[in-house]
């Protein structure tokens, strides 16, 4: 049988709405990615610098030591460093942006912004949300987008949760205010939709440079837990493999003040060599993968 686009939609429509765990699997051994791609590569980037704790603990402002670990992000320009070295492999990255950063470091924005990435909402303050009702929740999101747009011109359509767990208004919020993407959850290994429409580009914590490398005194989890860089190159190296294997979407999940140390970006640079020595693989914003996946389901 021989269809045409809008009636193959139609029918990917029905199946994900009728059978919608079958239809993820069908998804995953169908090839669904542009221009035969077998695998997308999404390199994401949370720019939460010294909000990261400061955001659910105002005192970090008063903590010279832990809050000039955030603040290292400015001081060592490390975005053009990062900016720099996605430029020298031609690949395009989001950045999930806290607010305060758009306000306070506008140039930083602008520069990500002209250098073709796509940018993200990641937090007024990088707080949590969970419990602050839905108007206040609103608001604080629709004030970090307008932060974002008014330091870059750069109108941002996706979401990264930051600083704690959703709330039961968060994807709701999302598709009244015109966002289309959401990578706060972990429920894939692809991309999928909500009841709602909303796309989610999975992320996932074995791609977060956080959990192997983050050394801050006094903060429990995230005290003297760093790792060798092989033990990154291990495990991001591996699951690339992976997902290439099995034709997925692998997102990574890096922080500037982490992954842009000198030692760090060599893993980095590493890291992307290994990647494009296969084919077919797209490297592709959060935001186009949205898009994309937008328009074949």
Not at 97 to 121: C, F, K, W, Y
Request: glycine content about 8%.
């Amino acid at each position: 049988m021989c269809l045409n686009p809008d009636e193959r939609k139609t029918l990917v429509t029905s199946v994900r709405d009728l059978f919608p765990r079958f239809f993820e699997v069908l998804m995953m051994a169908e090839n669904v990615w542009p221009d035969g791609a077998r695998c997308s590569v999404c390199l994401t980037f949370d720019l939460d610098a010294e909000w990261v704790f400061m955001g659910n603990d105002p005192g970090v402002a008063e903590m010279p030591r832990k809050f000039s670990q955030g603040e290292y992000v400015w001081r060592a320009n490390l975005i053009p460093r990062i900016l720099d070295l996605l430029d020298a492999h031609g690949v395009k990255a989001t950045f999930f942006i806290v607010g305060m950063n758009a306000v306070n470091h506008p140039d930083v924005i602008q520069e990500i912004a002209s250098r073709g990435h796509d940018l993200a909402t990641h937090g007024w303050k990088h707080e949590n949300i969970e419990g602050v009702g839905k108007e206040e929740e609103t608001y604080r999101l629709l004030q970090t987008r307008d932060a974002i747009s008014d330091a870059s011109g750069y109108h941002p359509v996706g979401n990264r949760t930051a600083g704690g767990e959703l709330s039961p208004y968060t994807h709701a919020i999302l598709v009244d205010n015109g966002w289309i993407y959401d990578s706060s959850l972990r429920g894939s290994d692809m991309p999928y939709r909500l009841d709602n429409g909303l796309v989610i580009v999975p992320s996932y914590y074995e791609m977060d440079d956080f959990h192997l490398f983050a050394d801050y005194p006094g903060v429990a989890p995230y005290h003297a837990r760093m790792l060798s860089p092989e033990v990154g190159w291990e495990i991001w190296s591996n699951a690339f493999d992976g997902y290439y294997r099995y034709g997925l979407c692998y997102t990574t999940m890096f922080h500037p003040q982490i992954i842009g140390k000198p030692g760090n970006m060599m893993l980095l640079d590493r890291l992307l060599n290994h990647i494009k020595k296969y084919p077919d693989v797209w490297f592709a914003t959060a935001r186009e993968i949205a898009e994309h996946w937008k328009s074949v389901t």
